[in-house]
């Protein structure tokens, strides 16, 4: 929350109303739509989910594919970078906020740390659900005429947002621990990296025990299959149900640890700097 | 030497037309035991995949581009003895020159390790297939010896014949594809331009506050 961002006296009287963390969710929404980088993030995903959609429609290449194949690169894409934008955001909140030197505002309000934290975290997540809604569009139009529209919102909505706690709690937890703006935002992507790196390792390697154990454990390899098994394979959803169970996991544990943890650590210095 | 030369003593006293008749006799017995010798010793997994027949369901597909078709190929023991540890396994491969063709695209489970076979008995297995390049495409199956040894047998061309064509009506993707950006991208300017009024009022104002 910037400074200059302070509630204004007209909006006074429904502040002392509200909850604290629905205020500082109210405070991070205006600090990241009306005078941050909410939409310009927006603005460039997009322009890559148009490209994308815009190539499987032409591109002979590209078309040889079924739609349901089409709309799942699409959903996987839509999922992988909307889950980037949610991390970026969350690893700048509090690193952020010390930098530019409004953390100290932040930290003497009368508001609890945890409710901080819960603020800050369901901010980052509005901007995985803008990312959705513009999202709808680009799925209507791979999948109309297959009845797979529907169905590939659900499932967006259901791992994406998993996947969206997961990644928001991650990044507030690292912006929180972080010196600074820049070591937050460079160790939150090389996390991130790290967590998509599986789904390079050859096939082969996919197949066997240790390598389906590591995607399965992995909770954004995990929800990609989940995605891929139902959309493209056909399978319901029940029968690969188990990959969802570390999407769900960590998006809880590290929804919680942010909430609790992270406010607990939240100082003007990052602990990694003590 | 001399233990030679007392072996070779009783063979000079043998009539002169008996001697080469005896030899081919003994190299003629000691050729079949060879043969024979070689017939037992070679592994019966060879032995079985020689006596192996692969038919299929099907020799022609027509099929669009990215469409799946099946088919059921079936082997038959045509031996005396069961056949076993045998492998089955699919291939793919453009007939016209040109594009190229992985079959690992193409079927995701390519290879089948086969129970034994009976004598006189036939197993039937089924290959599910995605037409994933078009043109003229060659398909088969071949059962080989899991010893790698002898030669693979394999069964008749299915001949598929993989029509190009779009899966996506493309009619309307530019409107999509430029609207929605354009869309964003005027609301983030509309805001951007709010923002710098409000800032460019208030300046006056405090200007004025403070005079």
């Known amino acids: 929350m910037a400074a200059s961002e302070q509630?204004?006296?007209?909006?006074?009287?429904?502040?002392?109303?509200?909850?604290?963390?629905?205020?500082?969710?109210?405070?991070?929404l205006r600090d990241l739509w009306l005078a941050g980088r909410g939409l310009?993030?927006?603005?460039?995903?997009?322009?890559?989910?148009?490209?994308?959609?815009?190539?499987?429609?032409?591109?002979?290449?590209?078309?040889?594919?079924?739609?349901?194949?089409?709309?799942?690169?699409?959903?996987?894409?839509?999922?992988?970078?909307?889950?980037?934008?949610?991390?970026?955001?969350?690893?700048?909140?509090?690193?952020?906020?010390?930098?530019?030197?409004?953390?100290?505002?932040?930290l003497v309000t009368p508001v609890p740390r945890a409710q901080l934290m819960a603020g800050k975290l369901l901010a980052a997540l509005s901007i995985w659900f803008v990312a959705l809604a513009v999202t709808v569009p680009y799925v209507w139009f791979l999948g109309r005429g297959v009845g797979v529209v529907a169905e590939a919102l659900i499932l967006g909505v259901v791992v994406g947002s998993l996947l969206a706690v997961f990644l928001a709690g991650l990044g507030l937890l690292v912006s929180v621990l972080a010196s600074s703006n820049r070591v937050s935002l460079s160790v939150s992507l090389f996390l991130l990296l790290a967590l998509f790196a599986?789904?390079?390792?050859?096939?082969?390697?996919?197949?066997?025990?240790?390598?389906?154990?590591?995607?399965?454990?992995?909770?954004?390899?995990?929800?990609?299959?989940y995605l891929g098994q139902i959309l493209v394979s056909g399978h319901t959803w029940s029968q690969d149900a188990s990959w969802l169970v570390s999407p769900a996991v960590t998006a809880v544990a590290f929804g919680v640890a942010a909430i609790v943890v992270g406010g607990r650590s939240m100082s003007l210095q990052g602990l990694m700097s003590r | 030497m001399s233990r030679a030369r007392i072996a070779r003593a009783p063979r000079q006293g043998l009539p002169a037309a008996a001697a080469p008749a005896r030899r081919d006799r003994v190299i003629a017995f000691l050729c079949l035991a060879l043969l024979a010798t070689a017939a037992l010793l070679s592994p019966s997994s060879a032995r079985a995949a020689e006596q192996i027949a692969v038919s299929v369901d099907k020799t022609d597909v027509?099929?669009?581009?990215?469409?799946?078709?099946?088919?059921?190929?079936?082997?038959?023991?045509?031996?005396?003895?069961?056949?076993?540890d045998l492998v089955a396994h699919l291939n793919v491969v453009s007939l016209a020159k040109g594009p190229y063709v992985d079959p690992e695209d193409w079927s995701s489970r390519r290879t089948q390790y086969l129970p034994p076979i009976p004598a006189?008995?036939?197993?039937?297995?089924?290959?599910?297939?995605?037409?994933?390049?078009?043109?003229?495409?060659?398909?088969?199956?071949?059962?080989?010896?899991r010893d790698g040894s002898g030669r693979p047998i394999?069964?008749?061309?299915?001949?598929?014949?993989?029509?190009?064509?779009?899966?996506?009506?493309?009619?309307?993707?530019?409107?999509?594809?430029?609207?929605?950006?354009?869309?964003?991208?005027?609301?983030?300017?509309?805001?951007?331009?709010?923002?710098?009024?409000?800032?460019?009022?208030?300046?006056?104002?405090?200007?004025?506050?403070?005079g």
């Open chain 1, 7 to 28: 509630p204004s006296t007209a909006s006074v009287p429904s502040e002392r109303t509200a909850r604290p963390w629905a205020l500082v969710t109210a405070h991070e």
């Open chain 2, 62 to 84: 027509s099929v669009g581009l990215g469409e799946h078709f099946s088919f059921t190929s079936t082997i038959t023991n045509q031996g005396s003895g069961p056949a076993t």
């Open chain 2, 154 to 210: 394999t069964g008749p061309t299915i001949h598929a014949d993989i029509a190009q064509r779009q899966t996506l009506n493309s009619d309307g993707v530019l409107p999509l594809a430029l609207g929605i950006p354009a869309l964003i991208g005027l609301l983030a300017l509309g805001l951007r331009y709010e923002r710098r009024r409000g800032r460019t009022a208030e300046a006056p104002e405090s200007g004025t506050d403070r």
């Open chain 1, 40 to 106: 310009p993030l927006i603005f460039a995903f997009s322009l890559l989910l148009s490209v994308i959609t815009y190539l499987a429609a032409t591109n002979q290449a590209l078309n040889f594919l079924e739609q349901r194949e089409a709309v799942n690169l699409l959903l996987q894409v839509a999922v992988a970078v909307g889950a980037l934008l949610v991390l970026l955001t969350a690893a700048d909140s509090v690193s952020g906020e010390r930098e530019r030197g409004t953390l100290e505002t932040l």
């Open chain 2, 120 to 145: 006189g008995e036939s197993l039937t297995l089924d290959w599910e297939v995605q037409a994933v390049n078009p043109g003229s495409i060659g398909v088969y199956v071949a059962v080989l010896p």
């Open chain 1, 198 to 225: 599986p789904t390079q390792l050859p096939a082969g390697a996919q197949k066997s025990w240790a390598g389906e154990l590591l995607l399965r454990v992995n909770p954004l390899t995990g929800g990609e299959h």
